[in-house]
T-cell receptor, first 112, second 115 residues
Protein backbone atom coordinates (compact mmCIF):
# COMPACT_ATOMS: atom_id res chain seq x y z
CA UNK A 1 0.00 0.00 0.00
CA UNK A 2 1.62 3.20 -1.24
CA UNK A 3 1.39 5.80 1.52
CA UNK A 4 3.00 8.53 -0.56
CA UNK A 5 1.84 8.83 -4.14
CA UNK A 6 3.07 10.80 -7.09
CA UNK A 7 0.37 10.09 -9.62
CA UNK A 8 2.06 11.75 -12.58
CA UNK A 9 4.99 9.64 -13.76
CA UNK A 10 6.12 12.37 -16.14
CA UNK A 11 5.63 16.04 -16.92
CA UNK A 12 6.85 18.27 -19.76
CA UNK A 13 7.07 22.04 -19.43
CA UNK A 14 8.40 24.82 -21.62
CA UNK A 15 11.46 26.67 -20.42
CA UNK A 16 10.49 29.78 -18.45
CA UNK A 17 7.06 28.46 -17.48
CA UNK A 18 5.97 27.08 -14.12
CA UNK A 19 6.43 23.41 -13.26
CA UNK A 20 4.03 21.98 -10.69
CA UNK A 21 4.77 18.57 -9.24
CA UNK A 22 2.20 16.95 -7.00
CA UNK A 23 2.34 14.49 -4.15
CA UNK A 24 -0.47 12.92 -2.10
CA UNK A 25 -0.18 11.05 1.16
CA UNK A 26 -2.54 8.92 3.17
CA UNK A 27 -1.37 9.30 6.78
CA UNK A 28 -2.46 12.55 8.41
CA UNK A 29 0.18 12.03 11.10
CA UNK A 30 3.10 12.60 8.71
CA UNK A 31 4.89 15.64 10.11
CA UNK A 32 7.76 16.54 7.82
CA UNK A 33 8.01 16.53 4.06
CA UNK A 34 10.93 16.80 1.66
CA UNK A 35 11.51 17.05 -2.05
CA UNK A 36 14.51 15.52 -3.77
CA UNK A 37 15.80 15.79 -7.32
CA UNK A 38 17.60 12.93 -8.99
CA UNK A 39 19.70 12.96 -12.15
CA UNK A 40 20.58 9.67 -13.89
CA UNK A 41 23.51 7.82 -12.32
CA UNK A 42 23.49 10.14 -9.30
CA UNK A 43 21.93 9.95 -5.88
CA UNK A 44 18.95 12.15 -4.98
CA UNK A 45 19.82 15.66 -3.84
CA UNK A 46 17.79 17.60 -1.32
CA UNK A 47 15.73 20.48 -2.69
CA UNK A 48 13.36 21.84 -0.10
CA UNK A 49 11.42 20.75 2.98
CA UNK A 50 8.34 21.77 4.91
CA UNK A 51 7.11 21.02 8.37
CA UNK A 52 3.47 20.15 8.96
CA UNK A 53 3.05 23.32 11.03
CA UNK A 54 3.56 25.43 7.89
CA UNK A 55 1.68 25.62 4.63
CA UNK A 56 4.38 27.17 2.43
CA UNK A 57 8.14 27.30 2.18
CA UNK A 58 10.19 29.10 -0.44
CA UNK A 59 13.77 28.80 -1.55
CA UNK A 60 14.66 30.75 -4.65
CA UNK A 61 12.82 29.32 -7.65
CA UNK A 62 11.38 26.49 -5.56
CA UNK A 63 8.24 26.72 -3.42
CA UNK A 64 6.55 23.88 -1.61
CA UNK A 65 2.89 24.12 -0.60
CA UNK A 66 1.27 21.86 1.97
CA UNK A 67 -2.47 21.32 2.21
CA UNK A 68 -2.95 19.21 5.32
CA UNK A 69 -6.71 18.85 4.99
CA UNK A 70 -6.28 17.41 1.49
CA UNK A 71 -3.12 15.52 2.45
CA UNK A 72 -1.46 17.04 -0.56
CA UNK A 73 1.76 18.84 -1.25
CA UNK A 74 3.10 20.40 -4.37
CA UNK A 75 6.43 21.70 -5.60
CA UNK A 76 6.43 24.78 -7.83
CA UNK A 77 9.45 25.66 -9.92
CA UNK A 78 9.40 29.15 -11.42
CA UNK A 79 10.83 29.77 -13.93
CA UNK A 80 11.64 26.30 -15.14
CA UNK A 81 15.07 25.75 -16.69
CA UNK A 82 16.41 22.91 -18.83
CA UNK A 83 18.76 21.97 -15.98
CA UNK A 84 15.70 21.20 -13.87
CA UNK A 85 15.02 18.15 -16.04
CA UNK A 86 15.29 15.25 -13.58
CA UNK A 87 13.19 12.86 -11.54
CA UNK A 88 11.60 14.47 -8.48
CA UNK A 89 10.73 12.50 -5.38
CA UNK A 90 8.61 13.65 -2.48
CA UNK A 91 9.09 12.06 0.93
CA UNK A 92 7.10 12.13 4.13
CA UNK A 93 8.22 11.29 7.63
CA UNK A 94 6.21 9.01 9.86
CA UNK A 95 6.61 10.45 13.40
CA UNK A 96 5.80 7.08 14.91
CA UNK A 97 8.73 5.29 13.29
CA UNK A 98 10.79 8.26 12.02
CA UNK A 99 10.98 6.51 8.67
CA UNK A 100 10.97 8.59 5.51
CA UNK A 101 8.52 7.21 2.96
CA UNK A 102 9.19 8.16 -0.62
CA UNK A 103 6.87 8.48 -3.58
CA UNK A 104 7.57 6.78 -6.90
CA UNK A 105 8.87 9.94 -8.54
CA UNK A 106 7.86 12.27 -11.37
CA UNK A 107 10.14 12.72 -14.36
CA UNK A 108 10.22 16.41 -15.31
CA UNK A 109 11.38 17.44 -18.74
CA UNK A 110 11.91 21.15 -19.38
CA UNK A 111 11.89 21.90 -23.07
CA UNK A 112 14.17 24.65 -24.41
CA UNK B 1 33.45 18.20 2.94
CA UNK B 2 33.29 14.88 1.11
CA UNK B 3 29.83 13.56 0.37
CA UNK B 4 28.39 10.14 0.98
CA UNK B 5 30.55 7.50 -0.69
CA UNK B 6 29.18 4.18 -1.84
CA UNK B 7 31.25 1.33 -3.20
CA UNK B 8 31.20 -0.34 -5.56
CA UNK B 9 29.25 1.70 -8.15
CA UNK B 10 28.30 -1.33 -10.20
CA UNK B 11 28.05 -4.98 -9.35
CA UNK B 12 27.01 -8.05 -11.32
CA UNK B 13 26.16 -11.22 -9.45
CA UNK B 14 24.36 -14.46 -10.18
CA UNK B 15 21.37 -15.93 -8.39
CA UNK B 16 22.20 -17.56 -5.09
CA UNK B 17 25.32 -15.52 -4.46
CA UNK B 18 25.67 -12.97 -1.71
CA UNK B 19 26.80 -9.38 -1.90
CA UNK B 20 28.11 -6.71 0.46
CA UNK B 21 27.70 -3.02 -0.27
CA UNK B 22 29.59 -0.31 1.56
CA UNK B 23 28.67 3.24 2.56
CA UNK B 24 30.81 5.96 4.12
CA UNK B 25 28.69 8.82 5.45
CA UNK B 26 29.55 12.48 5.47
CA UNK B 27 32.11 13.21 8.15
CA UNK B 28 30.33 13.86 11.45
CA UNK B 29 27.10 12.19 10.36
CA UNK B 30 26.11 9.37 12.65
CA UNK B 31 22.94 8.10 11.01
CA UNK B 32 22.93 5.93 7.89
CA UNK B 33 19.84 4.74 6.02
CA UNK B 34 19.61 2.34 3.11
CA UNK B 35 17.04 2.41 0.30
CA UNK B 36 16.29 0.24 -2.70
CA UNK B 37 15.22 1.94 -5.91
CA UNK B 38 13.53 -0.02 -8.68
CA UNK B 39 11.69 1.36 -11.72
CA UNK B 40 8.15 2.33 -10.79
CA UNK B 41 8.62 1.62 -7.08
CA UNK B 42 10.37 4.73 -5.91
CA UNK B 43 12.72 4.45 -2.97
CA UNK B 44 11.88 1.61 -0.62
CA UNK B 45 13.28 1.92 2.90
CA UNK B 46 15.52 -0.95 4.00
CA UNK B 47 16.92 0.07 7.38
CA UNK B 48 18.46 2.87 9.42
CA UNK B 49 21.43 2.73 11.75
CA UNK B 50 22.46 5.23 14.38
CA UNK B 51 25.41 4.78 16.71
CA UNK B 52 25.88 1.18 15.54
CA UNK B 53 22.28 0.28 16.42
CA UNK B 54 19.52 -0.52 13.96
CA UNK B 55 16.75 1.98 14.69
CA UNK B 56 14.31 1.11 11.95
CA UNK B 57 13.71 -1.67 9.49
CA UNK B 58 11.62 -1.78 6.35
CA UNK B 59 9.53 -4.64 4.96
CA UNK B 60 12.28 -6.67 3.38
CA UNK B 61 13.08 -10.34 3.93
CA UNK B 62 15.77 -11.43 6.34
CA UNK B 63 18.16 -11.97 3.41
CA UNK B 64 18.76 -8.23 3.65
CA UNK B 65 20.90 -7.23 6.60
CA UNK B 66 23.15 -4.42 7.58
CA UNK B 67 25.48 -3.11 10.20
CA UNK B 68 27.19 0.08 11.25
CA UNK B 69 30.70 0.42 12.57
CA UNK B 70 32.04 2.71 15.27
CA UNK B 71 33.25 5.18 12.62
CA UNK B 72 29.65 5.37 11.29
CA UNK B 73 30.52 3.52 8.09
CA UNK B 74 27.84 1.03 7.16
CA UNK B 75 27.59 -2.15 5.16
CA UNK B 76 24.57 -3.85 3.68
CA UNK B 77 24.50 -7.54 2.88
CA UNK B 78 22.13 -9.47 0.68
CA UNK B 79 22.36 -13.24 0.80
CA UNK B 80 20.96 -15.81 -1.62
CA UNK B 81 20.43 -13.24 -4.35
CA UNK B 82 17.28 -13.37 -6.45
CA UNK B 83 16.63 -11.81 -9.85
CA UNK B 84 14.23 -9.36 -8.20
CA UNK B 85 17.06 -7.94 -6.09
CA UNK B 86 18.40 -6.14 -9.15
CA UNK B 87 18.12 -2.48 -8.23
CA UNK B 88 19.93 0.68 -7.33
CA UNK B 89 20.84 0.61 -3.65
CA UNK B 90 21.15 4.04 -2.11
CA UNK B 91 22.72 5.00 1.15
CA UNK B 92 21.85 8.24 2.90
CA UNK B 93 23.44 9.87 5.90
CA UNK B 94 22.23 12.49 8.34
CA UNK B 95 23.69 14.22 11.36
CA UNK B 96 21.41 12.51 13.83
CA UNK B 97 18.52 10.11 13.77
CA UNK B 98 15.76 11.07 11.38
CA UNK B 99 13.43 12.12 14.17
CA UNK B 100 14.92 15.58 14.33
CA UNK B 101 13.92 17.12 10.99
CA UNK B 102 17.14 15.80 9.57
CA UNK B 103 17.74 16.02 5.86
CA UNK B 104 19.05 12.93 4.17
CA UNK B 105 22.18 13.24 2.04
CA UNK B 106 22.43 10.48 -0.53
CA UNK B 107 25.33 8.74 -2.18
CA UNK B 108 25.37 7.91 -5.88
CA UNK B 109 24.28 4.37 -5.20
CA UNK B 110 25.38 0.87 -6.10
CA UNK B 111 23.70 -0.57 -9.19
CA UNK B 112 23.29 -4.28 -8.56
CA UNK B 113 22.42 -6.62 -11.40
CA UNK B 114 21.53 -10.21 -10.61
CA UNK B 115 21.74 -12.62 -13.54
Amino acid sequence: DQQVKQNSPSLSVQEGRISILNCDYTNSMFDYFLWYKKYPAEGPTFLISISSIKDKNEDGRFTVFLNKSAKHLSLHIVPSQPGDSAVYFCAARDPGTYKYIFGTGTRLKVLA
Amino acid sequence: KAGVTQTPRYLIKTRGQQVTLSCSPISGHRSVSWYQQTPGQGLQFLFEYFSETQRNKGNFPGRFSGRQFSNSRSEMNVSTLELGDSALYLCASSLGPTGGNEKLFFGSGTQLSVL
